[in-house]
């Protein structure tokens, strides 16, 4: 059984995160810049078995496709041409940045840390991944 790995796709860094082999636990792996997203994820997928991909989808409160969602199907194309075997399913990421926050504020983590917005992007692809699971566990 391979992991599941969630992206939280931004136009400038991008969230990830994964699941341990056994799909049980969703753990925040890391930010990367959105340029090397396809570097990142070509060298992760010759290392690690995936059996599917989670991509966030930016939805507004009315259930629309927000002014992000355009440049996450841009992504999407790309990434169906360029890993055509990989399962891509979907996940609403609304509020998932708010949820975040307040997780990093909850955990105590100091003012000046809690900025860095790399780390707020983990954590919003730990939060789709984690929704995913439980989603699909139903």
Known sequence: MGRILAIDYGTKRTGIAVTDPLQMIATGLKTVRTHDLFVFLTDYFAHEQVDCVVLGQARTLRNEPSEN?????????K????FPTYTLEYMDERFTSSLAHQAVI?????????????????????????????????
């Open 69 to 77: 969602q355009k440049y996450i199907d841009i992504f999407e194309k």
């Open 79 to 82: 990434f169906r041409k360029e």
């Open 106 to 138: 909850d955990g105590g983590v100091k003012k000046k840390k809690r900025q860095e917005k790399e780390m707020i992007d983990t954590i919003s692809a730990t939060i789709i991944l984690q929704s995913y699971m439980e989603q699909k566990n139903r």
